[in-house]
């Protein structure tokens, strides 16, 4: 015996006798077959993701194979674990609801299972956040292999990929433009290959800040799925989960505040997903760190938008890759970089990022000089609605209604909105604001992608294509509109949203960031003076997360799970 165990040395079970506790462990483990060579080698865990109700996972058994590949090539034995996995259009009441489920099964697994280094398979919106909170938490050096993007398809003339297609084609259809038959064979042209949304959404997005922190190549964040690459990278993660082994590289490392600022500058530079500022305050938070809203706002001011994707611009992920992909964009950023940030091999990111001889192509990637646009793709509010701050996505907004006060129709609740936004006698207008409370992050709802409120169906048939709308929920990242979003403090717990009443007036200034509430104190106070908060949840899940989830600029995470300062 060693004095610092390794491989299936590590984490023993506890029956009193740590000699027993091996010779078990090595006797089950002979059960399937391995010879004492293999069991005498380190061991690298690969968490495993695929599940059928999962359709953006289900490469990675395939995906596995290959990573099994290059830690068997380099010296190390691959153990693969089963863990929760989420897939946003399969769970209720949404995926977000279990993100930090997901984290604490693989923090938990990383941690107490005998592996000395892992790889984290994931892709699908919340599974890369969850498990790289894991990894900070569990301190297990780990690298993150995303499964990748889904290829465009061309249908009638034009390409498709989800999800951004999919919300464009479904507005159409309640405006009445587009007929029951061509959605329905909508439905099978929207999502054709494996792999995540193929447009900068969530998925994507958290790929790229991935792969910016250090976790993972570059090239990993945008190979589609369905390339031959893709295996090439899944047998190099293997390959450097080993490395990690011989140079152990804690995943708390790669967490610097300069590190956290250039995953900022990436996601504002790419008009990326405002899920991923919710994910960031999480992961920041397993390592001590915060991501502060008012800083947030000030990168953005200095940070141009370079990347022309949908949901904000024209192009897909595998435009993206083809382009030039992260090197070519962190080039263009270089000036605005922490490049003395560290991968999980000890390469700077000036080494990572090279000298500039690459390709790019600047149809999908802008220089400086032309940016899509010339500040960050979103911001920060703060006011009397919105005391802790809420997000906008004004890369995807419509600039004409940036500075606007107007009265608000509020919707208490996922089933009030669904009972009366197509009511043909609602009292609204284009210029009023629609307004979503009940919805946040402590709710029943769990924090949705619910803030993309329909249009009314009898003004979209106006033709009406935006509105601002509000909420203390979120939207998906391949959503668009001017649409203010993870209000805090949310209503749920009292905050100044939920005393928002159809007819009172809400003034939204982008140029100020501002978002008040133009209601009288007095009024306000009575309001507040006859409310209740919901009863807790009695059991379960449910109860731990009313107890402990933190508000939206914390990252929704579960309080006792974050680090000190």
Sequence with gaps: MTDKPFGLGRNASNYGDPAFALY????????????QAMLDKPVVGIADTASDYNNCHRTIPELIEAVKRGVLAAGGLPLSFPTVSLCEPSLSPCSMHYRNLMALDTEAMLANQPMDAAVLVGGCDKTVPAQLMAAISAGTPSVMLVVGPMLAQAFEGERLSACTDCRRYWARYRA?????????????????????????????TMACLAATLGFMPLDAASAPAVHADRLRIAEEAGAQAVRLIRNPVPPLALMTQGSLDNAVRVL????????????????AGRAGLSLDLRRLDALSETTPVLV??????????EDFHAAGGMRALLWELRDLLDLTAKDLDGRTLGERIGDGSHFVDRRIIRARAEPVSPVGGLVALFGSLAPEGAILKRSAATPALFETESRCIVFDGLKDLSDRIDDPDLDVTPQDILVLKGAGPRSPAGMPEAGYLPIPKKLARQGVKDMVRMSDCR???????????????????????????????????????????????????????????????????????????????????????????
């Excluded at 078990?24 to 391995?34: E, H, T």
């Excluded at 009445?176 to 994507?204: F, P, R």
């Excluded at 504002?268 to 992961?283: F, K, P």
């Excluded at 022309?308 to 992920?317: H, I, W």
Aim: charged share 20%; net charge neutral; glycine share 10%.
């Design 24 to 35: 078990l462990r090595r006797s089950f483990a002979k059960s399937m077959g391995y010879s």
């Design 176 to 204: 009445g433009e587009v007929s029951d038959e061509k959605i329905t064979t909508l439905e099978g042209k929207l999502a054709t290959t494996a792999g995540t949304c193929g447009v900068m959404g969530t998925a994507s």
């Design 268 to 283: 504002l530079s790419l008009g990326g997903s405002t899920n991923a500022i919710v994910h960031l305050a999480a992961i």
């Design 308 to 317: 022309d994707l949908k949901p904000t611009g024209e192009g897909y992920m």
């Design 475 to 565: 939207m998906s990242g391949t959503a668009f509109g001017t649409i203010v979003l993870h209000i805090a403090p949310e209503a749920s717990i009292g905050g100044p949203l939920q005393f928002v009443e159809s007819g009172d007036r809400i003034r939204l200034s982008v140029k100020n960031r501002t978002l008040d509430l133009l209601v009288d104190e007095a009024t306000l106070a009575a309001r507040r003076a006859a409310w209740a908060p919901a009863p807790a949840p009695k059991r379960g899940w449910d109860r731990l997360v009313h107890e402990q989830v933190t508000q939206a600029p914390l990252g929704a995470d579960l309080a006792f799970l974050r680090a000190e300062p």
